[in-house]
């Protein structure tokens, strides 16, 4: 993600440097804004891979195993993070291609649209930047904030099961991306009070150097490559026994259909007075069991 977002940045940077028309300029601003797309799955899917690992070592945890209240807990706080990351997400993306529609589409293909719309003498993209963009925007800078909070949250309320895949690197990646992506053009723009036009180049190339060191944050610290990595065996352990736990339980539940038949047969057995020496495999609940346990098997 670094690396990419480093790259479409330069692309950027170039365009507007040397072929900075109305309609590039146009093009660049649509286009950076819906690469925020990208943080905002990064950081949903860190939030994911958090939940995995806690529902695993939460099951496992003898201490806590049999905790009703501590596993209802758990299964609401994450429901309630994974909701606000999510919606997060689902917004930031509806609103992107909105603004990729009406600023990167319609304002360059039918540029009069909108005073046939509307009748009044704004073009789409100035419709849009005075009844849509800043609202937008503050929406979309709360619900960022939440989101952040929620998975930061997460990290601190299980830090004793997170701590096996470093989780504080994790989420500090994800949380420069975030911010570079994000925050680092309102700084721009509202702190620094710069024209769109040079808050976008500034931004990308600041992102230029910015990204290849988080991209070596994410390789070196946050996720190191290696079978013999400790946060990847704990990744794959916490994949593993939900398809043992599954096949167990399918088990079992065959041993209990095949003990209730035997228990059912010999009840029928009983009333009908038969001899005590019928060796039929039917009523010899040893020998159900036993090919119930090689079926299983």
């Not at 917004?91 to 992107?96: A, E, G, K, V, Y």
């Not at 319609?106 to 909108?114: D, F, H, I, N, R």
């Not at 721009?188 to 944050?217: N, Q």
Request: proline content about 3%; aromatic content about 12%.
């Amino acid at each position: 993600l670094p690396v990419n977002y480093g790259f479409f940045c330069s692309l950027c940077v170039r365009i507007l440097v040397l072929q900075n028309d109305h309609q590039n300029k146009t093009m660049v601003g649509a286009l950076m804004e819906s690469a925020d797309i990208w943080e905002a799955w990064a950081l949903w899917s860190v939030l994911t891979l958090f939940v995995r690992v806690v529902d695993f070592e939460a099951s496992i945890d003898a201490a806590r195993a049999n905790d009703a209240d501590y596993q209802r807990f758990i299964v609401h706080f994450k429901g309630l993070s994974i909701q606000g990351v999510k919606l997060w997400v689902i917004i930031l993306t509806l609103t992107i291609a909105f603004n990729v529609l009406m600023e990167g589409a319609v304002s360059l293909m039918a540029p009069t649209l909108c005073f046939w719309a509307y009748k009044e003498c704004l073009s789409c993209e100035e419709w849009y930047g005075e009844h849509y963009k800043l609202a937008a925007s503050s929406v979309l800078y709360i619900l960022c904030c939440f989101a952040l909070v929620f998975v930061f949250t997460f990290e601190r309320m299980f830090q004793d099961y997170l701590h096996c895949i470093r989780p504080v690197w994790k989420f500090w990646g994800v949380k420069g991306v975030v911010s570079v992506t994000y925050f680092q053009y309102l700084v721009l723009v509202y702190g620094f009070r710069l024209s769109s036009e040079d808050a976008t180049l500034w931004h990308c190339l600041l992102c230029c150097i910015e990204m290849p060191l988080l991209s070596l944050i994410h390789q070196c610290k946050a996720y190191p490559c290696g079978k013999n990595e400790a946060w990847v065996a704990a990744l794959l352990r916490s994949c593993q026994p939900q398809d043992e736990d599954r096949i167990e339980a399918r088990t079992s539940a065959k041993m209990a259909a095949v003990l209730a038949e035997v228990e059912a047969l010999q009840s029928r057995r009983r009333g009908d007075g038969s001899p005590s020496g019928d060796a039929s495999p039917a009523a010899d609940p040893t020998a159900a069991a036993s090919t119930a346990a090689a079926t299983t098997d």
